[in-house]
C-alpha cells in the first residue's frame, strides 16, 4: 500500500508541476492577452516568441525544461520505490508531459511538451539530454524550423539512450514520449507537407 501512495504521490504531483502554463502566464501577465488565441494556440515557448519576442522565446523554453526536470530529479532522488528499473523517475516524466501539453490549469490545452520533454531527458540522462538539445538547436537553425528539429531530435532519443545504456524504462519512455509529441506536431507536419508551416526567422 505505501508504494501505492508513493506511486500516485510522484505521478499527481508531477502532473501538476507539469500543468503550470509558463507560456500563457508571461504572455497574460505582460500583454494581458490569451497566447490560446493567437498563431498556433499552442503556450509553449514558439507562439511566445510570435508575441513577445525572442528573449521571451528563451526564457519559455529554459523555464519548461526546468518544470520537466524537476520532478524527474525529485522522484528519482526521494523515491524509494522500483529504483533499480527506474520507474518512478519515467512515471513523473510521463506525468510531466501530459501536463504541459494537458494543463489542469488550462481545461486541458497546453503546449506541445518539446522543451519540458527535453527536460525530463536531461533529468534522466544527462548526456542524452544534452545531444538531443544540440540536435534540436542545429536542425532548427539550418532548417528554420522548430517543428523539424523538435520532431527529429525526439524521434533519435531512444536510439541516444540505448547507445548510452540507459535502463529499459528510460528508453522505452522515450519511444512513447516521442511518438506522443510527434502526435502532438500532426497539425505542423501538415502545414510542412504544404510549404505554410511558420519559419523561426
Not at 539550418?142 to 523538435?150: A, D, E, I, L, Q
Amino acid at each position: 500500500m505505501e508504494k501505492i501512495f508513493e506511486i500516485l504521490a510522484v505521478i499527481i504531483s508531477a502532473y501538476i508541476i507539469g500543468s503550470i502554463p509558463t507560456g500563457y502566464i508571461i504572455v497574460k501577465a505582460f500583454t494581458g492577452q490569451d497566447i490560446r488565441t493567437i498563431g498556433s494556440g499552442s503556450t509553449g515557448a514558439t507562439n511566445v516568441k510570435r508575441v513577445m519576442g525572442k528573449k521571451w522565446f528563451f526564457i519559455t523554453l529554459l523555464l519548461d525544461a526546468f518544470k520537466g526536470a524537476l520532478p524527474v530529479v525529485l522522484a528519482a532522488y526521494f523515491a524509494k520505490t522500483f529504483t533499480s528499473i527506474g520507474l518512478l523517475p519515467v512515471l513523473a516524466a510521463i506525468a510531466v508531459i501530459l501536463g504541459h501539453s494537458k494543463s489542469i490549469f488550462l481545461k486541458f490545452t497546453g503546449g506541445k511538451s518539446v522543451a519540458s520533454g527535453v527536460g525530463t531527458i536531461l533529468a534522466l540522462n544527462w548526456q542524452v539530454g544534452l545531444i538531443i538539445a544540440a540536435i534540436w538547436a542545429v536542425i532548427t537553425f539550418f532548417t528554420r524550423y522548430v517543428s523539424v528539429g523538435s520532431i527529429i531530435a525526439l524521434a533519435i532519443s531512444p536510439l541516444l539512450m540505448w547507445i548510452f545504456k540507459a535502463p529499459l524504462a528510460y528508453i522505452l519512455y522515450c519511444a512513447l514520449g516521442a511518438i506522443y509529441i510527434i502526435w502532438l506536431h500532426r497539425s505542423n507536419i501538415q502545414r510542412l507537407l504544404k510549404g505554410e508551416e511558420n519559419k523561426v526567422r
